[in-house]
């Protein structure tokens, strides 16, 4: 960043941030990474109950972290684009990286 962020560049910021924020919401990011689905392929994918799949969808729409077309009787999500899932990439490798580090130095697992 170049310049500070607006007060509202900010609130929509800590908007996404609070969606990412639910491990049920970035478990369901993650299967879409591998295409669009159906709240009920969701259900299947994550072993999540359809209501709480729609309700994480709906807040994850509401963010602009997943997209939905409707298709007859169905609707199908998915990743607006790659970068949705960049910030959790970023943190899952340094988790991992500090894992490894913890592994080494204590000999367990963090």
Known sequence: MSRPLS???LARVAERFKALGEPARLRML???RR???TVSELTVA???GQ???SKHLQILHA???VTRRKEGLFVY???PDADVLLLCDIMCGRIERESEADQRLFG???
């Open 63 to 65: 963010a602009g972290l």
């Open 46 to 48: 994550t072993g999540f």
């Open 35 to 37: 295409g669009e689905l």
């Open 108 to 110: 367990t697992g963090a």
């Open 51 to 53: 209501a709480n799949v």
């Open 30 to 32: 993650d299967v879409l």
């Open 7 to 9: 007060p509202m560049q």
């Open 77 to 79: 999500y998915s990743l």
